[in-house]
């Protein structure tokens, strides 16, 4: 693999060209999400049952191309989640709460597409959260992922 080629995705598994010259590889089911923090783009693994993060080269579209995988939504510009690792969402705050408890703003341009890949991978959490949800107008949130 030459250094104009730095990621490769081979059964099951991405080898990620970190931002310290070296490769790291992961299962692909594992990626939790994929964040820029910083003007550098992270991966979020779960490793041992412990998240690690991993600064790569490139950018999130460039990942994602690589990826070519429907589990990753990519809901906000500097953001895609694994929707697999959803714990929890809510509609009046515009923000996903992953199983390892990041939460991540979901884009009002893509809020409605969310929702509806949310209720296919989730539809009983869905349910209850429908019912719970209160009455009040959805209000503008303009929050940053938070951890």
């Given amino acids: 693999m030459n250094s104009e080629e730095p990621s490769k995705k081979k059964k099951g598994f991405l080898r990620l060209h970190l931002k310290n010259h070296t490769f790291h590889s992961v299962k692909i089911k594992k990626i939790v999400c994929i ?11 779960e490793e041992n049952k412990e998240i690690k993060e991993y600064p790569v080269t490139h950018t999130l579209t460039y990942w994602l191309k690589v990826l070519d995988d429907d589990r990753f939504l990519h809901i906000h510009k500097s953001h895609a989640i694994n929707a697999h690792y959803i714990d929890c969402f809510s509609s009046d ?3 996903v709460k992953m199983t390892d408890s990041i939460e991540l703003e979901i884009a009002r341009d893509r809020r409605h597409v969310f929702d509806g890949i949310y209720r ?10 429908t019912d719970q949800k209160s009455t009040l107008p959805d209000t503008e949130d303009t929050g940053s992922p938070k951890k």
């Fill in 35 to 45: 964040v820029i923090r910083d003007e550098v783009c992270v991966f979020y693994v």
């Fill in 93 to 95: 705050d515009d923000f």
């Fill in 120 to 129: 296919n991978y989730h539809p009983k959490k869905k349910e209850k959260e």
